[in-house]
C-alpha cells in the first residue's frame, strides 16, 4: 500500500493518493470537535483514545472513515513512541500482520502525527469504516434475539482468535469494544497497534485472552447460553490444536483469571468504566464533512442537521 507524505498543521500526515492532506485534516478536525464534545458524541471515548465515525463527501464520492485520535499522554510516553513507533504507525504495521491470515480488520486510509522535537505527542489513525459492521456491544442486542446469527458469531470469534495465536500473535487487548461484527456475521479485529512488535501467545497470554472475553461477556451478557461460549472454545481449538492435550488445565486457568477479573469490578461505576463506553448503546450515525473543492469542510451531525431545519 503506498503512503503520499504530506506536512500539515504541524503534523506528519502519510496517507492514501486518493485522499488529499486537507481531507485528512477535515476529518480530524471533526473528530477533534466530537471528543470535545464527550462521550455520547464518540464511538469510543476513553482517557487514552477516542473514535468517531466521519463521512467526507466530495460530490458523488464519499469516504466512510473511522477517525481514531491517540491522546497525547505525556513527554515519557512521547519520547518512548519517537523509538518504538506511534500508536498509529503500529496499528498499520499490525494490519499487514493479518493480511495473510484471512482476519478481517479495517483498511488504512491514512495515519497523522504530531511530532515536535523528537516526540510523539500524538496520532490518528484514519481507517475505513466496514460497511454494515457493528461493535460487538452494538450488536449484542440483536444477537441475544437471533439464535443462529449468535453462533455464526460465535464461531467467528474462535477462529480469528485460534488463527491469530496459531500465527504466533497476541492481541493484547481483547475487550468487546475492539471486536467488530460485520455485515456477514464474521469477526474483524481493531486496536491492532498491540500486534506491534509482535509477541508470541506464551499460555499466560493465551489465558489472558480468552479469560478477557469470557469476563466481558459473563458481566455484560449474563444470559448467554453456555453452548455458545463453548462454540467459541471449539473453534478455538481447531485453529490452533497446540494446546489440545492441555485443554483442561487451560480452562482452569481461564476460570481462575475470569473470577478475579470480576472480583475486582464489584462495585465500580459502569457508566465510567472505561471498558463500556458502547454499551448497551446502539451504534452512532456518522459526521459528515463536506470536502469538496472551494468548500470550507463544513461539519454536519445529524444534530447540527435537526438545529438547520429550524
Partial sequence: MRFVRSPAAGLVIRHRPELTAR????????????????????EHWGPA????????????????????????????????????GSRAA?????????????????????IAERRPWGRVEESFLLTGFLPGSLPL????????RDASRRRRVADALGRALGRLHAA?????????????????????????????????????????????????????????????????????????PRCAGRREA????????????????EGRDRQLHIYYPLAPRPALPPTRVDVSPGSEAAVTTEEGRRCASH
Avoid at 27 to 39: Q, S, V
Avoid at 250 to 265: C, G, I, N, T, Y
Wanted: hydrophobic share 45%.
Fill in 137 to 144: 456491544p452494538a450488536a449484542m442486542p440483536e444477537l441475544l
Fill in 90 to 110: 503500529r496499528a498499520v504495521a499490525g494490519a499487514r500482520r493479518l493480511a495473510s491470515l484471512g482476519i478481517a480488520h479495517p483498511e488504512t486510509w491514512a
Fill in 23 to 42: 481531507q485528512v485534516l477535515a476529518a480530524i478536525d471533526a473528530h477533534r470537535e466530537n471528543a470535545g464534545r464527550g462521550r455520547e458524541h464518540c
Fill in 168 to 240: 504466533d500473535l497476541d492481541h493484547g487487548d481483547l475487550k468487546h469494544s475492539n471486536l467488530l461484527v460485520t455485515a456477514d456475521d464474521d469477526i474483524a479485529l481493531l486496536d491492532l497497534d498491540s500486534l506491534d512488535p509482535p509477541k508470541a501467545p506464551t499460555w499466560r497470554r493465551r489465558v489472558r485472552a480468552l479469560g478477557q472475553l469470557e469476563a466481558y461477556t459473563r458481566d455484560l451478557y449474563p444470559e448467554l447460553p453456555r453452548s455458545d461460549r463453548a462454540r467459541v472454545l471449539r473453534a478455538y481449538f481447531r485453529e490452533d
Fill in 250 to 265: 487451560l480452562l482452569s486457568d481461564v476460570e481462575a483469571w475470569v473470577a478475579e477479573r470480576l472480583r475486582r469490578w
Fill in 49 to 84: 483514545s477516542s473514535v468517531s465515525r466521519i463521512l467526507l463527501t466530495s460530490g458523488s464520492t464519499a469516504w466512510d472513515l473511522a477517525v481514531k485520535w491517540n491522546h497525547p499522554r505525556g513527554a515519557r510516553a512521547a519520547f518512548a513512541e519517537r523509538w518504538r
